[in-house]
């Protein structure tokens, strides 16, 4: 199972392959990357970044006092195309209360806060309204009160998006960028769908600067990531071959010594990595199709030894090509098999990916295969342990009949015993009494 972890991560580009992104310069953005990345070089100008929207209503002096002058006033207001608006009941109204109710109708959109902008001696205390996203779509419009003590100017932003009120704090904005000469939107900072597998955050606004970023293959994590998965390759080959010895003096190497299973799941394991198709291979022309042509190779104990340096080689000539081989790159179709129908671990399409391969190949070891509508056959080990259990089932069968057969045995030979007692004691008798008779004849 360890086994079948390390092949699941290298089984795809994800996972298997790993980027490094280098920018000329920190400050503007910052940047990941994942295995669909591209090795390049890119650059970028961030013009603005992505605000939220902010309101804050004339301040109050007290912030217990009650503002509502009558009842049925109201406060209402637009997020993201939905109207919400709010009944204040005249003895609930101090600001505290009203962002409550706020918080309560509209939460998943919109903060409400109260903060005193003046001091403790002459405060100023605010209902402000904060969208919860950022973006021109999210900013709070159409802002009506109609509570007697709580005003607002709610003029909205102008055309460039710039305030026209006093009560708008800031303004809902989008993030725009030119990644690579091409002027991109974004309600967040977020620009990680512009450039396959690289994340890009926008941290500071500068129309006048534009810095590039490199994107490289990061060799010595991909060979990390390769050399982890054949450790635990030797690790299962290493306790075969050990259960596998037999010596005079120590006798068998483990306790799995001859038994079948240990043959099917080498044999299984063997047949995913190198029962690669002759004709693959030998279309192959720039040496990427089987394991030890990238510098994989097997050793004289099953085990396998990684080349570092052939290993290099193959990821600087063509690192597509090299995660080819692991991957399964026009993914896993079995054609509508049902599961457990031995026609569902099989890849109909044209490419496999050896490490794909050994993921089912090992999973199919520990599930059921349907032959038939009647017949349904354990996976590998289900079916060795089933096994086992019957052998134990039959030789406690065994014991059973045996401990019968002897406590049988036991009470037929007390049964003799006393009887031969009882004999015994009859001829003892007899002799006694015979001894008298002769005594008394002297």
Do not use: C
């Not at 919109?110 to 403790?120: E, I, K, P, Q, Y």
């Not at 996976?379 to 030789?395: Q, S």
Request: aromatic share 6%; charged share 25%; glycine share 8%.
């Amino acid at each position: 199972k360890d086994l079948q972890t390390k092949a699941r991560l290298v089984s795809t580009k994800k996972d298997l392959l790993e980027y490094n992104v280098t920018p000329s310069a920190e400050g503007v953005a910052t940047f990941s990357a994942s295995g669909f990345a591209t090795a390049g070089s890119h650059s970028i100008k961030v013009l603005t970044l992505a605000a939220v929207d902010r309101w804050a209503f004339d301040g109050v002096a007290n912030k217990d006092t009650d503002l509502a002058t009558g009842a049925g006033q109201q406060i209402s207001f637009d997020v993201d195309g939905t109207n919400y608006s709010l009944t204040v009941q005249q003895d609930q109204s101090n600001l505290q209360e009203i962002a409550n109710a706020i918080n309560d109708l509209a939460g998943e959109k919109v903060s409400a806060s109260v903060v005193n902008t003046g001091t403790t001696g002459s405060p100023s205390y605010k209902l402000v309204l904060t969208s919860d996203a950022s973006g021109e779509d999210q900013r709070i419009s159409n802002i009506v009160s109609t509570v007697g003590g709580l005003t607002i100017d709610a003029t909205a932003p102008d055309a460039q998006g710039n305030a026209q009120s006093d009560n708008n704090l800031t303004v809902g904005m989008n993030a725009t960028a030119e990644i690579d000469g091409m002027l991109v939107e974004r309600e967040t900072n977020e620009f990680g769908d512009v450039l396959a597998g690289v994340g890009i955050t926008a941290t500071a606004a500068d129309p006048n600067k534009t810095i590039t970023f490199t994107v490289e293959a990061d060799h010595a994590a991909i060979k990390k990531n390769v050399k982890e998965f054949v450790d635990a390759y030797n690790k299962v080959v290493g306790f075969i071959n050990t259960q596998n010895t037999y010596s005079e003096d120590q006798g068998p190497g483990g306790d799995l010594f001859g038994d079948p299973i240990i043959r099917d799941v080498k044999s299984r394991i063997d047949q995913a990595l190198f029962g690669v198709d002759i004709d693959t291979v030998a279309a192959d022309t720039e040496g990427y199709s089987t394991l030890s042509l990238v510098g994989i190779k097997k050793q004289s104990d099953g085990t396998l030894l990684v080349s570092d340096s052939d290993l290099e080689d193959k990821l600087t000539t063509n690192i597509d090509a090299f995660a080819d081989l692991f991957v399964d790159r026009d993914g896993f179709d079995n054609g509508g098999a049902i599961e457990n129908d031995p026609a569902y671990y099989v890849d109909t399409t044209a490419d496999s990916g050896l490490a794909a391969s050994l993921d089912r190949a090992i999973q199919r070891m520990f599930n059921s295969t349907k032959v038939n509508d009647d017949l349904t056959v354990k996976g590998l080990f289900d079916n060795r342990k089933d096994t086992y259990d019957r052998d134990i089932l039959r030789i406690s069968k065994q014991i059973d009949s045996k401990t019968d057969y002897l406590d049988k045995f036991e009470q037929q030979l007390v049964q003799r015993f006393a009887k031969l007692e009882e004999l015994i004691g009859g001829l003892n008798a007899q002799g006694a009494s015979l001894s008298a008779a002769l005594n008394g004849l002297s």
